[in-house]
């Protein structure tokens, strides 16, 4: 069976040349980074090699690099790092309700420990609105958290004019671009942000490793305590394999971005177009413009999600939808939800997240393939047969 992957949002296929970068150090090079005696020296030396890539990738210098295990964790560290150090100042933090769980539920626990949380709505298009951000901050506000970009609709966030507010407010500014990482260019300098979120299974590189930019003179609490590693800022011996190929990942999708952006956008386009053109109401949620350029979600009306999931998985291809399957119910997507879709139009939605493999025959291949299942599936609803009379 022809098997078609369109779903790089969740994670990426590890690159050939990323796997061949880590080899040597899951195989040779197995000394502790930490030693001083010669089986430490190339892991250390990789390390750091790793973090001059990291470091170029988003304008920031190797001394402002912490590695992660995860993007959760990045995010972790950004803010209950923050929430702590500035304790004293004040215990408000804003963020949007579009989050990643990552973000979300850490701010969650700090709401049950004495710390105060506005979440900012979206509109329709999936976008903030910077007054209703300026109107927020109050003297006690420590922390703004906001995406760069949404991992279910692909919307871009405006980072720069929300790192201006908070550069005005002296507010630390943090953003998890763990879905614009290596999708769009990123310039921390440019963009005035204090802290920054990446992980390495999203950009080709491998699972179980990240990195959280610090901007030099920004004070944060570990979050994990141990050893001297990462320079007393997270304790671990370092996972040197995943660390050298995360800088791999960074080296390679600067090299290829703007090469790549172009094939995704316009397969992204033409897959779009193919099944809007053939399906009737198919609706796209998030802004079509600020949006990246591999991610296209779209509402099937009068069709459920998941069971599109699963008829296209019987086809090979695979894609995902918001909703997260929590105690038996099917909870429509928080994202969709905020940016006002009623439940069962969020219930029929679906995301197609586009990778650098995906070719011109696997997108015309999922634009026939799609409409019949979705006709078929319609055909069996009292509420689309009601609908179209
Ligand atoms: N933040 C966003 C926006 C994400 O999409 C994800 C993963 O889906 C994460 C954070 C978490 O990253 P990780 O899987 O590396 O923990």
Same mark, same amino acid.
């Given at each position: 069976?022809?098997?078609?992957?369109?779903?790089?949002?969740?994670?990426?296929?590890?690159?050939?040349?990323?796997?061949?970068?880590?080899?040597?150090?899951?195989? +040779?090079?197995? !000394?502790?980074?930490?030693?001083?005696?010669?089986?430490? =020296?190339?892991? @250390?030396?990789?390390?750091?090699?790793?973090?001059?890539?990291?470091?170029?990738?988003?304008n920031?210098? /190797?001394?402002?690099?912490?590695?992660?295990?995860?993007?959760?964790?990045?995010?972790?560290?950004?803010?209950?790092? %923050?929430?702590?150090?500035?304790?004293?100042?004040?215990?408000?933090?804003?963020?949007?309700?579009?989050?990643?769980?990552?973000?979300?539920?850490?701010? @969650?626990?700090?709401?049950?420990?004495?710390?105060?949380?506005?979440?900012?709505?979206?509109?329709?298009?999936?976008?903030?609105?910077?007054?209703?951000?300026?109107?927020?901050?109050?003297p006690?506000?420590?922390?703004?958290?906001?995406?760069?970009?949404n991992?279910? *609709?692909?919307?871009?966030?405006?980072?720069?004019? &929300?790192?201006? &507010?908070?550069?005005?407010?002296?507010?630390?500014?943090?953003?998890?671009?763990?879905?614009?990482?290596?999708? %769009?260019?990123?310039?921390?300098?440019?963009?005035?942000?204090?802290?920054?979120?990446?992980?390495?299974?999203?950009?080709?590189?491998? @699972?179980?490793?990240?990195?959280?930019?610090?901007?030099?003179?920004?004070?944060?609490? /570990?979050?994990?305590?141990?050893?001297?590693?990462?320079?007393?800022?997270?304790?671990?011996?370092?996972?040197?394999?995943?660390?050298?190929?995360?800088?791999?990942?960074?080296?390679?999708?600067?090299?290829?971005? #703007?090469? #790549?952006?172009?094939?995704? =956008?316009?397969?992204?386009?033409?897959? #779009?177009?193919?099944?809007?053109?053939r399906?009737?109401?198919?609706?796209?949620?998030?802004?079509?413009?600020k949006?990246?350029?591999?991610?296209?979600?779209?509402?099937?009306?009068?069709?459920?999600?998941?069971?599109?999931?699963?008829?296209? +998985?019987?086809? !090979?291809?695979?894609?995902?939808?918001?909703?997260?399957c929590?105690? !038996?119910?099917?909870?429509p997507?928080?994202?969709?939800?905020a940016?006002?879709?009623?439940?069962?139009?969020?219930?029929?939605?679906?995301?197609?997240?586009?990778?650098?493999?995906?070719?011109?025959?696997? &997108?015309?291949?999922?634009?026939? *393939? %799609? /409409?019949? %299942?979705?006709? =078929?599936?319609?055909?069996?609803?009292?509420?689309?047969?009601?609908?179209?009379?």
């Open positions: 069976m022809r098997r078609i992957y369109l779903d790089h949002n969740a994670t990426t296929p590890l690159s050939g040349e990323v796997f061949e970068a880590m080899v040597p150090y899951l195989r +040779d090079e197995w !000394g502790n980074p930490s030693s001083i005696h010669w089986a430490g =020296r190339a892991p @250390k030396k990789a390390i750091e090699d790793a973090r001059e890539r990291v470091s170029a990738f988003i920031a210098t /190797p001394q402002e690099i912490i590695f992660t295990s995860s993007g959760t964790e990045g995010d972790n560290h950004a803010i209950k790092g %923050i929430a702590f150090s500035k304790r004293d100042k004040g215990n408000h933090i804003i963020t949007t309700k579009v989050e990643h769980p990552a973000v979300l539920n850490t701010c @969650k626990y700090l709401s049950k420990n004495g710390f105060e949380i506005t979440y900012l709505g979206v509109d329709g298009d999936g976008l903030i609105d910077l007054d209703e951000l300026k109107g927020s901050i109050t006690r506000t420590i922390l703004i958290t906001v995406m760069f970009a991992n279910e *609709t692909g919307v871009i966030f405006p980072i720069k004019e &929300i790192g201006e &507010i908070a550069k005005e407010h002296g507010i630390t500014f943090h953003t998890d671009a763990v879905q614009a990482a290596g999708k %769009i260019p990123i310039d921390v300098r440019n963009l005035g942000v204090d802290l920054l979120t990446i992980s390495g299974h999203k950009i080709y590189g491998p @699972k179980g490793v990240g990195a959280l930019f610090v901007r030099k003179g920004v004070r944060l609490v /570990p979050l994990i305590h141990g050893g001297h590693h990462e320079r007393n800022r997270r304790g671990g011996t370092e996972n040197v394999p995943g660390i050298v190929g995360l800088g791999k990942a960074c080296e390679i999708a600067m090299r290829d971005m #703007e090469e #790549e952006t172009a094939h995704l =956008r316009s397969l992204r386009d033409r897959l #779009e177009r193919g099944l809007m053109e399906i009737p109401h198919v609706k796209l949620n998030g802004h079509r413009e949006r990246l350029p591999n991610t296209t979600n779209l509402s099937f009306e009068f069709v459920e999600g998941e069971s599109l999931l699963l008829s296209m +998985d019987m086809q !090979g291809i695979a894609a995902s939808s918001g909703s997260a929590t105690s !038996g119910s099917l909870e997507s928080h994202v969709l939800v940016m006002g879709l009623k439940h069962e139009v969020s219930h029929g939605s679906v995301r197609f997240s586009l990778g650098k493999d995906n070719t011109v025959e696997d &997108i015309d291949f999922v634009i026939e *393939t %799609i /409409p019949p %299942i979705v006709e =078929r599936m319609r055909s069996m609803s009292p509420l689309y047969v009601q609908a179209e009379k």
